[in-house]
């Protein structure tokens, strides 16, 4: 007897640990922090832009004309500086001057030694053309 009315009270007791178990927040609670993070992050990011200084905007007098890989991190880069063009190295151990180029680089798209590419509609009409 005294067995059963020890496994009534152990019974009664889980009864009431589980009724007072902390409950789980559900698909709304994940669904606010969710939005609580998204804001946070914009609100984070509106406010670097706004901070002087914060390298996100491109310094005046400099740009990048073209860039060029030359291994996992090494590159290659051709910076304009007020009316001067620098051949910059890039790697891991720091940016050197390579050469000080005499006359710019021609822009992208100016050169006539690059081939034009025909357009894609053009390519598409002939195809449909000779399939028929």
Sequence with gaps: MQASAVAANVTADAVQVGAHAPTTPGLGGAFV?????L?????MAWLL?????????????????ASIPLG??????????????LLLGIGAGGVRTLHRLP????????????PRLP?????????LRKAS
């Design 33 to 37: 922090a969710l939005l609580l993070v």
């Design 103 to 114: 006359e710019p680089l021609p822009q992208a798209g100016t050169t006539s030694l690059q």
């Design 39 to 43: 804001g946070l992050i914009l609100g």
């Design 49 to 65: 832009k706004r901070l002087p200084g914060a390298g996100l905007r491109q310094a005046d007098g400099l740009r990048v004309v």
């Design 119 to 127: 357009d894609f509609r053009q390519l598409l009409a002939q195809r």
């Design 72 to 85: 996992t991190r090494e590159r290659a880069a051709v910076v304009q500086v007020g009316n001067e063009q």
